[in-house]
């Protein structure tokens, strides 16, 4: 008498696949936060969030942020660049770049190396396009950029 069974279900093959699969690294795909969602408090993410629901709060990020056509901030946004189609009612940090699409409306202030704003786009408030400026790091060396901080 056999103390283990020999009848074993086998499990279907492209679970297992999935499961041992390696992701690739070039095939990132970021999250989403869905129209009828709501987040009170503070975002962070690392590549890449599309927001179509509502966020009240600050949202902070190294990676790239769009902001789908229902989607609404309420609260300050610093992240590496954004795409906005929906409706921000708060201050615009980005560090590479901030489009500002067609049918979208932003009410606040932008700071961003680049802005990029459609004609059918709603942009109240000021806007800074920070460069990169000149700070001297040595006497005998002479100037060295630095970015803007």
Not at 73 to 78: A, F, K, L, S, Y
Not at 79 to 103: I, K, P, W, Y
Not at 128 to 138: F, G, L, Q, T
């Amino acid at each position: 008498m056999s103390i283990f069974s020999t009848t074993r279900k086998a499990e279907p093959s492209a679970a297992i696949a999935s499961v041992t699969a390696q992701p690739d690294a070039t095939a990132r795909t970021g999250a989403i936060l869905s129209s009828g969602v709501s987040i009170k408090g503070s975002v962070k993410f690392l590549h890449e969030l599309q927001i179509d629901g509502e966020v009240e709060g600050t949202i902070n990020s190294t990676g790239t942020l769009r902001i789908g056509e229902h989607g609404h901030i309420r609260g300050e946004v610093r992240t590496r660049s954004v795409a906005v189609q929906g409706t921000v009612d708060g201050n615009v940090f980005v560090t590479e770049r901030c489009e500002l699409q067609a049918g979208c409306t932003l009410r606040g202030d932008i700071e961003a190396p680049r802005l990029i704003v459609d004609e059918e786009a709603t942009f109240l408030g000021s806007a800074r396009i920070a460069k990169e400026k000149r700070v001297p790091s040595d006497a005998n060396s002479g100037d060295a950029l630095s970015p803007l901080q």
